[in-house]
Structure formats: C-alpha cells, structure tokens
C-alpha cells in the first residue's frame, strides 16, 4: 500500500488495462461487461496498430499494388493499356485517407467509453497489483491485464548508420510518395507484402531474407514454388545475412550482406526493415510488479489463461510475444478480461474461470499474390510428431475458375488424420486464399471429416472446387488408392469429389 | 421385346444413360463403379453446356469485363491506365481460346470411355425400356438416365422477326467481336451477369426484364439495392413485357416494349434473349416409353431420387426442370445412376438405395458486382412457412476490408431459427459473395449453431468479418438485445463477435 501524496489520484478497481490497442479494447470491452471498477491506461494516444500500420494501411498499399499489376495483366484477356502509371504521391494520400478513417473510428470508441475508465499517462509497477501513471495517479487493481503491444525491431547499428534511409511499417505509411528504390529486409509475412506490393507500384526492389525462401511456406512440397511465384520483378537474395548500412552517394544507403558464401551490396534509398516485432515493456518497471524477463526479453505465462505465474497480471496481444496477429489479439484481450475479472476473491488465487472458445485454431495469411496461408497443424509440427496422416492435394495449375482468372499457379495441401478422417490443418499458396482459409480453418476448427466435408455443397467454377479436389485426393489415399489424380479442369466441370 | 432387324446392333444394358453432357458423365462415373453393362448415348458431339456456352465462357467474359472496370476505377487507387482500351475481336478470341480448351478436355475424358460404353445418336423410346438409336442400334435396358439438358427459350415470334439480331448464350460466345449495342432480355442470373459484363466491355447495353429488380433477389430488404447496384452505366428497364421485334434500319434491329403503361422501343445491334431455359425431348418419342409431359412441358419425377412415377426412367440435370446449375446436375446424374443400378432386380420394382447426400443445401451464385448469392431457405420460404427465426444483417458499407478494395457496397442477411440456433439461409449482394456463400453453405448444411460459428477463427481484415457481423446480430436480436449495432469498421478492428 501507498501512502497518500499530493496531487495523486488513488483508484481501486478491480481490473486495469495498460494500452489500449486492438487487444486493450477487447480486454475492456469483455471486462466491461463484468465490472464497472476498471480502468485503462494508454500513453500515446488511443489508435491501434492494426489501423495505424498494420492490417489496414498495409492492405491498402496491397489494394493499389494489385491494380498496378491488373493493368499491367489486362491484355491477356483482351484489354489493351500502354502502361501503368502510378502516381505514388496519389497512392499514398488514398492510403492515408482512409487510414486515418478507420484509426479516427478507433478513437472514436475509445473515447466513448466513460472518462472515468480511462487514464492517459505512462503506467509503470510500484507493487504487486499496483501502478503507477505518471505523476498523476496510483491505480491498486485486483488484476491488470498488460497490453502494451509490440514495436518493430531494428538493430542499433543499422539506426546508427542510415537511420534517415530506414524505415519501418510504422513509418513507411507516412511516406509523402513512394521512394525509388528499396531494400527490403525480411521474409516474413510483412516483407513478403511490402516486397510485393512495392515492386508492383514501380518501385526497384531488392529483397534480403536470411530464410531460403519467402513468405513463410513450411510445407517442404510448397516451399520451392514461393520464389519464382513471389520474386517477379524483384532481385531477391535468400540466405542473406546484413553485414553493415551505410550511408552512400547521392543522398541513398549501401547495403552489405553475405550470401551464400559471397558479398554483395545494393544501393538504395530506403530500407524497410521487417525483420520481427518485440514487446514493449518500457517503463514498466516490471521487477517491482513482481516480473521477469527471460532469455528471450518476453514474459513467461500460462498459454491458455494469460496468465503470469500466479501473479495478477495476464498478458493480452503482441505483448505476449505470439504472432503479432489481429484477430489473436483480440481474442486474447477478451480472454485475458474474462479471466481476470471472471470471480470475486483474492487477486493471488483466482479461480481458472471457463476460457471462452478453448480450442485455438492457427489461421494465418499472407496477402501477396499469390496469396498465401496456414491453417491449424502444419506438415512439419505433424511429421515431428508422428501423426499418422496423409497430405491431400490440389495443384490450381489446372484448376478452372483460377485458369479464367488467370491465376492458375500454386497448390493446396490438406494433411488429413488416418485415424479419424479430420482435418488437421492445411497450408496453400494459390489464389483465394484468404477465402479458402476460412472454410478450411472453420472445418479443422469443429473437427469435421473429409467425408461430411465432401458431402458439403460447391459451385461452379469456384476456386474453392479445389477444397474439394484435396480432398477428394486425401480420401482416396484413405481407401488405399495410391494414384494420383491428374490435376485437370475436369475435375471442376465433372467431378464432385467420387470417382476418384 | 423387338425382333431383330438387320443391320441393327442390339444391346441389353443395366443402364442406358441418354446426354452426355454434365450430367449425363457424371451419371456414367458413378454407374461405372457399379456396373460395366452400360451404354452412354449421345447425338451432338461431346462437351458439356458447362464448358461449351454455360460457366465457363460466361465466367470468362465477366473475368475480361472486370479488368476493364477495375482499369476505370484504378484512378481512385492513385493508379493511371495510359491508353485504355477494350479490343473486342481479343476478348472473344482469348474467351473462346480458353473455352475450347475446356470443352476439349471434356470431350478428352468421355473419349477414353470404353468404345463399347459409347453410342453415338438421336436415342427415342421403343418400349418403357427400349430405346432406338438412329438406326443402328436398339438398346434394352434396365434402367435408363435422361440426361439430354436444356435450351435457352426463344419465342418463335421473336425468331422469325429479327433472327439475325437474335443471341442466346449459345450463340452469343461465337461472335467475332462485341456489337456496338445490345439488348439484353431478362433479368435473371445469366442476363444480370451479362448485361453487366457486355456493359463494362463498352458495349451498350438495353437491359429489359419482366422482374422489378435484376439479379433474382429474393429478401424484400436486399431488392432495393440490386438496381442500384447493378445498373450502372446501362438502360434499365424493369417490369416490361417485350411486344414486338423487327428489323430496324441501318442492319439494326427495334425492340418494342411495354413498361410501367408506356410503350418504348430501342434500336440495337443485337438482342440477348435469358429469360430461361427449357428441357429438350425432342424425338425423344416419350409416350412410348410411358412418359408425358405436364402441363408445364415437365416430366414430373421424385425429387429425391430423380425416378419417374414406377417406370425404370430417372431424370438428371436439366432436363428435369430445375435451376440449370452444372454442381446440382452433376449431384444429380450421380444420384440418378446410383439409384439406377444400385440393385439388381426387376427394373418396375428398385428398391431405395441409400442417397448419396441426402440434403441439399441450395446454393446459388450470380457473378456479377457486387456478387449476389443465396444459400438455403429463403426469407420469402421462411416467412411463408412461418418458421421462427431472425435475420442478422451486415452493411458492407462500412466493412473495413470491404472499403479498402473500395467494393463497399451491399448487405449480407443471415437467417437463424429461434429454436435451434442454426444458420436456416442467408442471401446477400456484395463483395465476395462467391466465397463467404461457401461459408455459409457449408454452415447451413452442417446444422451449425450461431455459438458454434462464432467461435470459429476469422482472419483480420477480411470480408469474411461481415459474416461474424450477421451472426452476432442475430445472437444479440435471440438475447433480447433488439438495438442494432451500427455498422462500422470497428466491427472489423475490435471486434470478436462478442460485446454487441
């Protein structure tokens, strides 16, 4: 307990929240419903990183970069344009615009809550279950729930070195027009957007990664179609490791990397650096709340309930150190609330409150083209594991709907349990990913067979007829049919899953 | 029975399946599992209306429409197509190229049948279960599919009139390069979807239906969007009745209509007739085969399992009068054939054989834009039957992923019963209609539960959030919470389906 000081507004609620982004909001939106006693916390200004630099203006950068590339596509079905011009000042005002919309509407929900709930300021731990925001106020909570987000990395020494040429996805949003040339470091799901997306709006990329093929694939059969699917029009150097920036002629930045045994160097005017993001804990004075650090800077705690040991602290969003992703942030704001506010009694021995959709299925995107994504279990994590499975399989090389749309390159991967004909998960690179992702991840979610899901219906000419051939294919492995189908437009026109 | 004649080959088969079209092969695949004691009869050649002038060409021409659009639009993305322009001898050529490789892999597959499964001519009834092809042969068989599909309906009036102008979508395909101008008649899904596309290629288009909204709409809420939504850049005019067709001066030809009490007339090119498609039995000589036509010009059947009356004739694909979609023709032809020789026996006296997927889900997609689909019962159905239920609604007009491809347009409404909680149908107009049906199909045809279907992950941001928008309206209307949710990119951005 603190003793009172002047000046300082003492609360005493029984949940406060500190950071108030994606995962902070739904944390106070859930607890929201059990307590009126809470309180949140946000030190720069409400505003997530979802709409500030994140999903949204990287979707937008995405949105105007595929139709660079459709104008550029549009004589292969008959529609004649000399060219593309893109006006990169204009690109990113429309990015800006609308980005500023969906962050004004964040703030818009955030300062509709009661003023009583929210405190502006830098919380930092003075105790246990106790925080302090600047000098302002000393907040005693039954639990916090700790939502500071993440930040990007960037090593010192390249800040040192180039920090004028270097950018981030927290800055590269602000950008008056697009550079003309960029190195982009990563090949992680940002990287593989940007890389991407940049290239397409005619901006000279080169693309270092220190991974041997981009976009996150894991699935040893799809790994070796990212690069020439990903890397048109872009100089790409896998394995690459960034030996030093450095500031070069003519206003730009020298990049020097290894790679496979041999230096190179580009030169360039920006670089992106989508290498990882970290937790934020500035500030937090975490020793006094009675938290470590560990090897890897994050704080240990309990998957499922958030929880930090047996303190009162749960952890919601990035700041967990998972897969900074929106919609598990969200969940893990509600989830952390529900279980922090869920039952009365003292903050050391809260009672494991009933955990709100228990199972989590992985579910991850990335929207390059084409797009790519990972649902539930991946082949390498069941391989490790020796779950009996087998892999389904649909080459879209031939796949109708995506042959009209000329977007016929990829393939669909569907691992299948032997045992209890459930899918386990999937993993494709193809088009529509993002929407076949949803009805896979839905069916590995409730656990569905492939038989139920052959049952269920599909139009035509659908890319999702590709679900089906997977799985089609992943049944007759089931019943001892070793060979394999030949990937054919026929099977969209003529097939519904038997015969195989 | 009949006596030999010469020259005439006679066969005795388990199944003689007359059509070799989608569902016709379809009914062979399936039959084969079964039997080899079977003849597939077929009078034009190979290759399915699917391929030949139904999905495939169609999808191909609104692909070719939508690069044009989206090459219009691209300003408002800060994107500039230099030198646009819609070359129509290209289009046609790169449909047609496309289309012909469809069809050729059809015709591939059938070929590979075993010569002996293939006859080639005009099949009509000799007896309940005797056919004669041309000719050449005469066929006994146990149980017969008709599977001989549909035409487009054009009255005679109209091609005796101006049957020059006259297209159907049989024939529209085969032009070498777009008309300058078009009148399109029906408001159907095959003239919405082209209506829209030869409008987008810079034809003019004339679109005339009988309908007061195009699309085929069926939710009272969701028609008034559909024109205007859908009738951009075209003369629309609803609730009109066609009284006359002539030749026109300078090669062109005048439509005279009725609409709303006044008369009105256009001059075009050309006229696309959709308004509907009927069943072919021609020379089929029914009535020795003991089958009439009712009063509709249908040969009336059980739904179920495709059999006419007692006699050994089941019905697959078109023919039988339903909506003309290739994945209900397949299921069709599959379910005719399974049921045709899943027992051997008498054939006035086939016992049930178990169906293949016994409920259909129905599922139907228009591909025009914004998409239109609807999946299970409709609301009219619903309402009619007086089931309880309540609709959730997503607006996509504020939908984040929605704004950011700058498709925020339309609604989603999703029927939930009262009593059981599950997904009954939904209907919508809007962005990535195709894909978020799938979903939902799948939903309604699984029996999912709002509370189960909220639980299941969705990805940030996608369209699929409008879906969980719908579902957690509907849950809040089945908690008493009868305030609507406003619509908002939040709902995307902080939003998990709970709070509502």
């Known amino acids: ?48 990183l979802c709409a500030r630099a994140g999903c949204m203006p990287s979707k937008l950068l995405i949105e105007a970069a595929s139709r660079a590339h459709a104008i550029r596509q ?33 703030i818009r929900e955030a300062e509709a809550w009661p003023a009583a ?6 919380a930092r731990f003075i105790g246990p279950c106790e925080l302090q925001v600047d000098d302002h106020a000393i907040v005693k909570a039954r639990s916090i729930v700790l939502a500071t987000g993440s930040r990007a990395v960037v090593p010192d020494a390249w800040r040192e070195a180039i920090d004028g040429h270097l950018l981030t996805t927290d800055t590269l949003f602000e950008l008056p027009s697009l550079p003309r040339s960029i190195a982009v470091i990563g090949g992680g799901a940002i990287g593989t957007e940007m890389a991407q997306a940049l290239s397409r709006l005619g901006v000279r990329v080169v693309w270092l990664m220190r991974e041997d093929a981009p976009g996150g694939l894991r699935d040893p059969a799809l790994r070796p179609l990212a690069i020439p699917l990903l890397s048109e029009g872009i100089t790409l150097i896998t394995r690459a490791e960034v030996r030093s920036m450095a500031e070069a002629e003519g206003g730009q930045a020298r990049v020097e990397f290894d790679a496979n ?23 937090l004075d975490l020793d006094k709340g009675g938290l470590t650090l560990n ?19 749960f952890l919601a969003g990035d700041v967990s150190g998972a897969h900074p992703l929106l919609h598990e942030a969200v969940r893990d704001g509600r989830r952390a609330a529900t279980q922090a506010v869920a039952q009365p009694g003292p903050p050391h021995h809260l009672p494991e409150a009933p955990l709100e959709g228990g199972r989590r299925t992985a579910l991850r995107i990335v929207f390059c083209d084409p797009q790519i994504a990972a649902i539930g279990r991946g082949h390498e994590e069941l391989t490790r594991s020796h779950h009996p499975f087998v ?23 569907v691992y299948v349990c032997r045992d209890r004909r459930v899918v386990l998960g ?11 992702a949803h009805l896979l991840a839905w069916s590995v979610h ?36 070793a060979t394999m189908r030949p990937a054919s437009p026929l099977s969209a026109c003529a097939d519904m899953g038997i015969g195989l």
């Open 1 to 48: 307990m603190t003793a009172a000081k002047p000046g300082l507004r003492h609360l005493d609620v029984d949940l406060a929240i500190v950071g108030a982004g994606s995962a902070g909001m739904a944390a106070y939106k859930a607890a929201a419903r059990h307590t009126s006693r809470l309180v949140v916390i946000e030190s720069s200004g409400y505003g997530t």
């Open 74 to 106: 549009a004589h292969r079905f008959g529609i004649q344009a000399v060219g593309a011009r893109v006006d990169g000042a204009a690109v990113m005002a429309r990015l800006r615009e609308l980005r500023d919309y969906f962050v004004d509407s964040v």
């Open 117 to 122: 709930h929210r405190l502006t300021g830098r």
């Open 261 to 283: 045994g041999e230096r190179g160097s580009a030169v360039v005017d920006k670089v992106l650096v989508c290498i990882g993001r970290q937790p934020v804990f500035d500030g």
């Open 295 to 313: 090897k890897e800077g994050l704080v240990d705690h309990e998957d499922r309930s958030t929880r930090v040991g047996e303190s009162c602290v």
């Open 391 to 413: 892999t389904g399989v649909a080459d879209f090389t031939d796949q109708g709907r995506s042959r009209i749309k000329d977007m016929n390159r990829g393939a669909l991967r």
């Open 426 to 436: 999937a993993e494709m690179i193809g088009p529509c990913a993002e929407h076949l």
């Open 446 to 481: 409730q656990g569905q067979t492939i038989d139920t899901l052959l049952d269920c219906p599909i139009y035509h000419p659908v890319v999702e007829e590709a679900v089906r051939t997977a799985l089609g294919h992943a049944r007759a492995q089931l019943a001892g049919q």
